[in-house]
């Protein structure tokens, strides 16, 4: 399979599955608007209603998690870098065990519809809305490159429409979001997982029936040095080893799963604390089937490709294109198995784009409309899937934008781990440092935002060096076709030279030494996977250290706002179910105490007054 070099392009059927797939995902939203009918309320179509299980939570939480980005991107990691991004298994398990534990407690009990309400209960307007502002800039970036990345991938490898698959996406995100609400996203997510499963399952089972085994692709993989778990070197500078990823890698996914509203808004939309935890859990075994997946797909492109690279051998040129090229080469005699990849890399386009589109509604309605307006809740629930609608087109706007920007992936995903460690040091000064006052989370905010913004640019102007960051051998000398041009020099971040059939070691393209600052091999050489732990420390140390300076808390806050007030222990569900009937109890009472309908326990009678809160 490595010397072929026509390896066709879509057939009719591909183009069947694909539809197909953007169909039943539009479908489910027009079931869930039709559905909830006589549901007119923001927070039936923000929320679900918190009715919701632990299963498809679980589901939507991992598929929300997984976009194309990640589809495309991991197992082509794993081609140039080897199987080191396996410890990210760990990463994931901590991540869920903190969440879990840590946070969820706090944002379930506080029944918030958006997370940075939270921070208005806890510190001030002024901090809620910096944070909500920082977020919306954060998804509508992000958002538009994942609808992009994926379609201009695809596009190059197999002639698949890259106007028509962007806009189609975008579109149906849009649909489905303004029409059924959480509900929609959530069920549209359960499905398109199991589509991503699906595609990944069909990529490994071939492979491994094309190389005559799975022992077959270890082996090549053992004498390619592509199983290399285990490098306990402790310097920062490395872009992956078992440090940067198990602490840099918590760090960075706590930032999504405890804070970001996208992640949150879905287990609190659970009915009892219980499933909501429960999902966290069994998310966690879908991200550890969808990492072993990447991986092996990783091991299995190494395993075909090793003697004709075909990134050196200019059959794709970018390593976001090897997965589908690999797809098209071993899958091309299969009508619609390739497509059901492309539904598989869309899949998770759609779940990440439709995630991103209804937090972004839910943050503007909660926290920059409401707020400062009397309206109905059937007015709001119409507003929130306007806005739903309106932020569904801005992010395609911001995808066709993304394809004039050049190389915007790597710097897409450095500005998520810039803006998520000042956020997530933001929420844990206010969880877990009862002292800390409005003034030190302003300062610590915009603090732990300059210092990863600082790095995050300056290692953008100036490379890593290419010790820190240099891909593993790679190899054409087992291509039978010839090269156009003997020697070329790649356009993209990397430069190679062959000769004759020879393994060559790619090498990152530097500026030469001349007007590089000293900080560029140190400072700006930090792995990108430590921005989120640095935006962190700074956040909560300047946050602590203002906060005493100032005079600490000097007004009365919410105590349910702080971690501990009867959280559950560790894998306590016994506890949980405690909690969930006496949250019910709580509510009940509040109610017949106000005769309103209310229904959020932090504000029952032994807790402040609620003027006195905000």
Known sequence: MATTVDIGLFSAWDYVVFAAVLFISAAIGVYYAFEGRGKTTSQEFLTGGKSMTAVPVAMSLTASFMSAVTILGTPADVYRYGAMYSIFAISYGLVVLICAELFLPVFYRLNLTSTYEYLELRFSKVVRILGTVIFI??????????????????????????????ISTGLVCTFYCAMGGLKAVIWTDAFQIIIMVAGFIAVIIRGVVVQGGIQTILNDSY???????????????RRHTFWTIVIGGTFLWTGIYGVNQSQVQRYIACKTRFQAKLSLYLNLLGLWAILACAVISGLILYSVYKDCDPWMSKRVSAPDQLMPY????????????????????YSGTLSTASSSINALATVTVEDLIKPYTNLSEKKLAWLSKGMSAFYGLLCIAMSVVA?????????????????????????????FFPFANPLGAVVGLISGFSVTLWIGIGSHIYPPLPERSRPLPLSTEGCDFILEDANWTSTTNWTSTITSPVTILPTVLQPDGSGRPGLADYWYSLSYLYLTVLGTIVTVLIGIIVSLFSGGLKQNINRDCLFGRQDCGLLDFICCLKSDKQDN?????WKSHNGQGHDNPAYTADNLNLSQMK
């Open 585 to 589: 109890i709580e509510i009940l009472e």
């Open 223 to 237: 004498y390619g040095e592509r199983l290399n778990f285990w490098d306990f070197d402790p310097d920062p500078l």
């Open 137 to 166: 800039i954060e998804m509508v970036l992000y958002t538009g490159i994942v609808i992009y990345a994926p379609a201009l991938a695809l596009n190059q490898v197999s002639g698949f429409n890259l106007w028509g698959a962007m």
């Open 326 to 345: 690999l797809v098209l080469d071993i899958l091309r005699n299969y009508p619609g198995v390739p497509g059901l990849f492309v539904a598989c890399a």
């Open 403 to 431: 394809s004039f920007m050049g190389s915007v992936i790597q710097a897409a995903l450095s500005i998520f781990a810039m803006i998520g460690g000042p956020l997530l040091g933001l929420f844990s000064l206010g969880m």
